[in-house]
């Protein structure tokens, strides 16, 4: 890696500085998952990394900058969703597994991300465009493999040739979001996660293929 990372004045980072940025982006990720985005300061990175602010000014620009960069190596591991349907078949039964390791691949997504998808969450509502594009890319990552799934199947005849593709995959992509970031208050609606995966598979199948699943 030596070479591939700078410091913020463009200096390149030997092998031990490279160790502390990770470290200082480690700690960062720790302090999201159990303090507000708002309540993290650099001091309170640096001093968990064993390390000074000074340092952390070495490698970013703020807090918001370590975070950034964060969710986008998030981002891009999200390409891996795609995969959870290539090659995949809607038909029979072998579409409803099809829909049920959808379903838990996006899920598990979701709850090892939890922390710094909020934050992006939080960026993108209140407008900032590098959270909203970082959003987009994640949820894409999934859409653009869904709507290909739909417009097959419409093309061999097999669901109404008036569905918009697009339009189905959104609608779905945006649904497993929207859940999976209420994962955790799944209880106070009186659902069990072992009821709510099975559920969400249930609608991306009538979703994607119209039809009941054969299970």
Same mark, same amino acid.
Request: glycine fraction near 10%; charge should be positive; include cysteine.
């Given at each position: ?68 960069? %964060? /969710?986008?190596?998030?981002? &891009?591991?999200? +390409?891996?969703? !795609? ?5 995949? #078949?809607?038909? =029979? ?74 339009? %189905? /995959?959104?609608?779905?992509? &945006?649904?497993? +979001?929207?859940? !999976? ?5 799944? #209880?106070?609606? =009186? ?25």
């Amino acid at each position: 890696m030596t070479g591939q990372v700078r410091t913020v004045d463009g200096r390149v980072a030997g092998r031990r500085g490279q160790a502390t940025r990770q470290k200082l982006l480690d700690c960062l990720s720790e302090m999201l998952s159990s303090s507000p985005y708002r309540d993290v300061k650099v001091i309170d990175v640096a001093r968990r990394a064993g390390t000074s602010p000074a340092t952390f000014y070495q490698y970013f620009p703020d807090v918001e900058g370590a975070v950034l960069e %964060i /969710a986008e190596r998030m981002a &891009a591991e999200s +390409a891996g969703l !795609a995969g959870l349907l290539e090659g995949r #078949s809607w038909a =029979g039964r072998a579409g409803w597994q099809t829909a049920q390791e959808l379903v838990d691949g996006f899920l598990e997504f979701w709850r090892k991300n939890d922390a710094i998808l909020r934050v992006v969450d939080l960026g993108a509502a209140e407008g900032d465009k590098r959270f909203s594009k970082l959003r987009t890319k994640i949820l894409n990552s999934v859409n653009s493999s869904l709507a290909g799934s739909v417009a097959e199947l419409q093309s061999k005849g097999r669901i109404d040739k008036d569905v918009n593709p697009a339009a %189905i /995959a959104g609608a779905l992509v &945006a649904m497993l +979001a929207a859940v !999976a970031s209420h994962q955790k208050a799944a #209880s106070s609606w =009186g659902v069990k996660q072992a009821e709510l995966k099975p559920s969400l598979a249930l609608l991306v199948h009538l979703g994607v293929t119209g039809r009941k699943p054969t299970k």
